[in-house]
């Protein structure tokens, strides 16, 4: 299998407008009416990630995942299609998000995708899910392919060898 550099099919990125005033910012991370029905979020969650820490490559089988990076930090953002049938299938496509460039990534199922914390404060990172973590109740297996457990893996492989340092 050959990865190559390009955008990927059904992936979808936006930008991040941050409304600023005297109290602060505030910014819209997805709408109802901007957002396909099929990535409408089931639950939300936030998370911290410290610097040079990389998270994933994982995918889902039926999880689609609504990122949001507004801040603080910064992350080096990696996704490669792992979906046989696609246009796409094997494209790499790679973003910086966060702070410095605020935006949202929706990835489809079967989309392979990790991040890396390359700020020097560690970084914030919303997630809207379309399915339910463990599902209802938290009584069903996770939707997750970890990849990130096998060094041989061609995602870690590849990610190992853009490995971008804090």
Not at 36 to 55: C, D, K, N, Q, W
Request: charged share 25%; proline share 7%.
């Amino acid at each position: 299998m050959v990865i190559r550099k390009g955008s990927i099919d059904g992936v979808v990125v936006a930008p991040i407008r941050k409304f600023t005033d005297e109290r602060g910012w505030l910014a819209e991370l997805f709408r109802h009416d901007e957002v396909a029905p099929e990535f409408h979020p089931a639950m939300a969650y936030i998370s911290v990630t410290l610097p040079g820490v990389l998270r994933g490559p994982h995918e889902h089988v039926d999880q689609a995942d609504l990122f949001a990076w507004v801040g603080p930090g910064d992350f080096k953002v990696t996704l490669w299609d792992n979906r046989p049938t696609s246009p796409t299938y094997l494209n790499r496509m790679e973003l910086v998000m966060g702070i410095n460039n605020p935006g949202s990534i929706i990835v489809p199922k079967g989309v392979v995708h990790c991040y890396r914390c390359i700020s020097s404060e560690a970084g914030w990172v919303f997630n809207a899910p379309n399915q339910l973590f463990a599902g209802e109740g938290k009584k069903s297996q996770v939707d997750e392919i970890r990849h990130e457990a096998d060094p041989d893996n061609i995602f870690v492989k590849d990610e190992r060898s853009r490995r971008v340092h804090v």
